[in-house]
């Protein structure tokens, strides 16, 4: 496990460095990094400082905060399909968003998208904790989660189909697309103490995870308080999606397929695939990003079409894999 953790954390670093040296102007990355690390008021300066080194850091953070909670959520499920869209933060998220495209308070607070789409996270956690109960298991979770995500997409689906602002509409569907452009050091200020914390809080869930392998009962009658473990999961879950969405809109497939790549790696203890899911989900989106920027530089692709099309042939071949060790 060890190696396999130096690696994506090589693979990483390198990517970093090459979402740092990427882009549609043509410069060498020796003047790049210079202007990087010497700063100053050159145009150079500022493209590096303030465009892409805050899209390089939102690609990591954004990337392992998703494989992170995808892995913790599929280890207490234990359900390899899960992802972190399943508990329906991220469609409370974009609901919370869409709210303030449409009623103009994105425009009038430079962060007041962002910040709408935290509100939105925190009501969907409120409103999970209330469905799912004090003492209700993992069927309940999963219940009020697919409530709350059936819930927040029939809402946003009904902005849309009455919103009388054909701008507001194109810049719905723009954003809920998933994006890292025009992201500056603030959004990162933004995102960062949220998904520090919710990672952190993530992080402790190995144990407990490891346990739960062999049933809720045995995990419990091991010590480990199921109660606590549930709510650890669904408050850091909600933060890291939720800042997570809040910066970068709606990513998916990588909290889905990054612990599925992984697992063979690092075995069937979901306590060892948490850290390789964060560092495999930051390397995921941090190769999304760089082939928006080489594929089509001029057609402002997104990062959740990306992800999709490197995800969804993943996953397929994932499935297919597993029929024929089954077979």
Request: proline fraction near 6%; glycine fraction near 12%.
């Amino acid at each position: 496990m060890t190696r396999v953790l130096w690696l994506l954390g090589a693979l990483v670093a390198g990517l970093f460095v090459a979402s740092l040296l990427i882009g549609p102007a043509a410069i060498g990355p020796v003047a790049s990094l210079e202007a990087l690390l010497r700063g100053g008021e050159t145009p150079l300066a500022l493209v590096m400082q303030e465009i892409r080194l805050p899209r390089a850091l939102l690609a990591i953070m954004v990337g392992a905060s998703l494989g992170l909670a995808g892995a913790a959520l599929q280890g207490y499920l234990r359900n390899p399909l899960a992802e972190p869209g399943l508990l329906g933060i991220s469609g409370a998220a974009a609901l919370g968003a869409v709210l303030a495209i449409q009623t103009g308070f994105a425009a009038a607070l430079p962060l007041g998208l962002p910040l709408a789409a935290l509100a939105g996270a925190l009501a969907g956690v409120v409103l999970i904790s209330v469905l799912a109960g004090a003492q209700g298991g993992s069927l309940s979770l999963i219940l009020a989660g697919i409530a709350i995500s059936a819930l927040a997409s029939a809402l946003v689906s009904l902005v849309l189909n009455l919103s009388p602002n054909p701008f507001a509409t194109s810049e719905i569907v723009f954003w809920m697309m998933g994006s890292l452009a025009d992201r500056s050091m603030e959004h990162v200020m933004l995102a960062l103490p949220f998904v520090a914390i919710g990672m952190a809080m993530l992080l402790t869930l190995g144990p407990a995870l490891d346990a739960m392998t062999l049933g809720e009962d045995a995990a419990e009658a091991l010590g480990q308080r199921l109660f606590r473990v549930r709510l650890v999961l669904i408050v850091g879950a909600a933060l890291v999606v939720g800042a997570s969405t809040a910066v970068a809109g709606t990513i998916g497939f990588v909290g889905l397929v990054v612990p599925h790549v992984l697992r063979p790696l690092v075995g069937a203890m979901p306590g060892r695939l948490l850290p390789t899911s964060a560092l495999g989900g930051a390397a995921m989106v941090l190769l999304a990003d760089i082939l928006v920027r080489v594929i089509l530089p001029e057609a402002d692709l997104k990062l959740g079409v990306v992800t999709a099309i490197i995800g969804a042939p993943l996953f397929l071949h994932l499935i297919y894999q597993t029929r024929r060790e089954l077979a």
